[in-house]
């Protein structure tokens, strides 16, 4: 028996002469992924997503670093690439609570400023599940420990007793940035709600004005048409 292969057609001659297609598969089977292929595939992607985020990251920095407010003239690039760089911060589930609370923060404080409400409630809601989330991880490594009460509520050495201040002075220093970003982070959330409900106030009372106008116009007109 002899086989033939072409681009269009795979055929097999039988001893008869008679011309029978063959199934490709049989020639070249397909790669049919396992469960562990498909895990690393995705670890592999989450990986270059991760460098790529860093070393863009590591590049922009100064720019970055560089602008406080919208007042600042990199200040439309900066806002682009937080932005990107939150997405994937969260993308990658980056496991840095300190780099994705501070850019998320100031990503948030300059949204707030350019009057994307909305958007800066995210990128603040965002920054703030990192930072607990990391704060959780570093509570639960010095579980059971004298300070361990404390660290949450006041994490700062620049405590107000010297029983405190000395029940925390084992604190790492990246802990206690977080502390401070953690208590940011409530803050400027907050202040977002409050706008945020202000505004959907502000609407209502205006859309209720809106309907007592037409209703009364209405009232009016009917008035009028009894009275003639």
Avoid at 207 to 216: R, T, V, Y
Wanted: charged fraction near 20%; charge should be negative.
């Amino acid at each position: 028996t002899t086989t033939t292969n072409t681009n269009t057609n795979t055929t097999s001659a039988t001893a008869n002469g008679a011309s029978q297609p063959i199934d490709a598969n049989q020639l070249d089977p397909p790669f049919t992924p396992t469960a562990e292929d498909v895990l690393a595939f995705f670890a592999a992607a989450t990986d270059m997503v991760t460098d790529a985020t860093l070393a863009l990251l590591s590049s922009s920095r100064p720019l970055l670093d560089g602008v406080f407010c919208l007042q600042d003239r990199e200040s439309p690039l900066v806002l682009e690439l937080l932005s990107i760089l939150n997405e994937a911060f969260l993308a990658v589930d980056l496991h840095d609570g300190l780099l994705r609370g501070s850019y998320g923060l100031k990503l948030a404080l300059l949204k707030e400023e350019a009057g994307d409400v909305a958007a800066a409630r995210t990128a603040a809601a965002t920054a703030l599940a990192a930072i607990e989330q990391h704060r959780v991880i570093a509570l639960k490594a010095v579980e059971g420990a004298r300070d361990g009460p404390i660290r949450w509520i006041r994490g700062s050495r620049n405590a107000q007793s010297d029983s405190s201040r000395e029940l925390l002075s084992q604190m790492a220093w990246e802990e206690q940035e977080l502390a401070c970003l953690h208590v940011d982070a409530v803050s400027l959330l907050s202040r977002l709600d409050l706008t945020v409900a202000l505004e959907q106030l502000r609407s209502r009372r205006l859309q209720q004005q809106s309907q007592g106008l037409s209703s009364s116009s209405m009232t009016m007109r009917m008035a009028a048409g009894v009275g003639g």
